[in-house]
């Protein structure tokens, strides 16, 4: 009995941090380009009464005897499957349709990556440059921050699913000779999310590949969109339900044993 207070307890400790997750997902519900995650759990360790064992005539116990002593939360995978696009018709909004994410210059020398694209303009010193909302730096394919004449008007700005700067002039396209920068990952999964919707990169992720090298698939910018999180509200009530119903289940198999220990002790000799 006393095993079983220490495997419930693990149970509810895992369902709590399986609300927690569920919960951010739906509080994100409305997070431009927000990628929804999943708690995984893992069997902790088993305990062997009797091992299986056949002796020379093929006879004896065909099973093993084993009690297993709880759950652990291993891991938080991220969904990064595509979200659904809204148009916005603002010049500087951008959406990825693909698997590739921008780049953000966060500080010296410092580049986190998003799929966020809903990005502003600062003006000064002549040039425009493309920022985040927080004012970081979006970054091209060098490496380098995105700029263009600071003469253009932003309504006559044209951003091509390549990422290429253009504008209208005298009813022709000309090239600025700016480009948004675009790069993927061998594994997404691997990124550590660090808030405001950036990742950066971790051993497991692996390095930024340029999408402008032609190693991988180029992803399509689409300019007057955003991503829209890719959080199902429906599913993830249904997620909740199942969590709240096992976090119960295992709170009463707590007291059904606390029961059971107190009428072992209430026994008489």
Request: a negative charge; charged letters at 20%.
């Amino acid at each position: 009995m006393m095993r079983s207070l220490w495997t419930a307890a693990s149970g509810m400790n895992a369902q709590q941090l399986n609300v927690d997750t569920i919960s951010n997902n739906i509080s994100n519900v409305d997070t431009t380009s927000y990628k929804k995650e999943r708690l995984e759990f893992k069997s902790l360790l088993y305990q062997t009464m009797e091992r299986a064992s056949l002796d020379e005539a093929d006879t004896g116990k065909p099973l093993n005897l084993q009690v297993g002593l709880g759950v652990r939360p291993i891991a938080t995978s991220r969904m990064f499957a595509q979200g659904n696009m809204e148009k916005t018709e603002i010049k500087t909004d951008l959406a990825i349709e693909g698997e590739g994410f921008f780049m953000i210059q966060t500080g010296e020398n410092e580049v986190a990556y998003t799929r966020d694209g809903s990005f502003k303009v600062s003006l000064g010193n002549g040039e425009n440059q493309l920022v985040t909302s927080e004012g970081y730096r979006v970054l091209n394919s060098d490496g380098e921050p995105v700029t263009f004449p600071g003469n253009i008007p932003i309504q006559d700005l044209i951003i091509s699913e390549n990422g290429s700067i253009r504008y209208m002039q005298n009813g022709e396209e000309q090239d600025t000779g700016a480009r948004v920068g675009v790069v993927q990952f061998a594994n997404p999964q691997g990124l550590e999310a660090i808030g405001r919707n950036l990742y950066v990169t971790t051993s497991a992720s692996g390095e930024p590949i340029l999408e402008a090298d032609g190693e991988v698939k180029q992803s399509r910018i689409v300019q007057g969109f955003i991503e829209l999180s890719n959080v199902n509200i429906a599913e993830e009530m249904v997620n909740l339900i199942v969590a709240q119903r096992a976090y119960e289940l295992n709170s009463k198999a707590i007291t059904t044993s606390d029961e059971m220990l107190q009428l072992a002790n209430n026994l008489k000799k």
